[in-house]
């Protein structure tokens, strides 16, 4: 059975920083992208950042120079290193594993709440 399990979310003042991470399980890590969406009440679901197996990050221009993304496959952890927070960065968390190969496979976590308060 494949699990992510989110944690690390949590409320904090503008300005401030948090590291969530993404625990997977029943999957063999190092073949999936990974990645972090996000989603505010009354708004859609939307890529914060991702990292492929290869090591190669994007972000979201809304994020770029402040969130960081990285993998530690020992571990089969992903991470997003938050810092300068806003306000406007309050949302539910999801870690997502994509594999890109045929068979190609989706899987998301339950979410983590991060509140930022101004």
């Known amino acids: 059975q494949v699990q992510l399990v989110e944690s690390g979310g949590g409320l904090v003042q503008a300005g401030g920083s948090l590291r969530l991470s993404c625990v997977g399980s029943?999957?063999?890590?190092?073949?999936?992208?990974m990645g972090w969406y996000r989603q505010a009440p009354g708004k859609q679901r939307e890529l914060v950042a991702s990292i492929t197996t290869g090591g190669i990050t994007n972000y979201a221009d809304s994020v770029k120079g402040r969130f960081t993304i990285s993998r530690d496959t020992t571990k089969n952890t992903v991470y997003l290193q938050m810092n300068s927070l806003k306000p406007e960065d309050t949302a539910v968390y999801y870690c997502?594993?994509?594999?890109?190969?045929?068979?190609?496979?989706?899987?998301w976590g339950q979410g983590t709440q991060v509140t930022v308060s101004s």
């Open positions: 029943g999957i063999i890590y190092t073949i999936y992208d």
């Open positions: 997502t594993a994509k594999k890109m190969t045929i068979p190609t496979r989706d899987y």
